[in-house]
């Protein structure tokens, strides 16, 4: 499913650019970004995360930590994206659900507002929602 995170986008914008992803999880989005790609931003605010991910790199197939063209910011993802003003061709929200404390301000009218002033003209916002946790008025909230 991760992987279609990073497909998805792709598809409407084959032609990206630059690429945020927010949360960087078990880096599985990061794996395989195409070279036409030349900016690759994951923004994740638990250092304990990336070295989960480190110490995984030897048995993995791609290491998505090891891209040159990576830059990782350990950081809130609202704090990083409001400390810039570029404009990104993908954002790829991952954050876990949006009940836990950590994540719940990833999923607010405000973090959409901020991620789609930092959207270039035709950019494409992609968020993660875990639907096997979320019933449909819950949904309806969230899609609101």
Known sequence: LAHWLRLLPLTVRPDARSIVVVGLGAGITLEDVPPSVRELYAIEIEPEVVAANAAQSGTRRVDPLADPRLRLLIDDARSALQSTTRRFDLIVSQPSHPWTSGASHLFTQEFFALVASRLAED???????????????LLRAMLA
Do not use: P, S
Request: hydrophobic share 55%; glycine share 14%; charged share 20%.
């Open 123 to 137: 950019g494409v916002f992609a968020q993660w929602i875990g639907l096997e946790y979320v019933d449909a008025e």
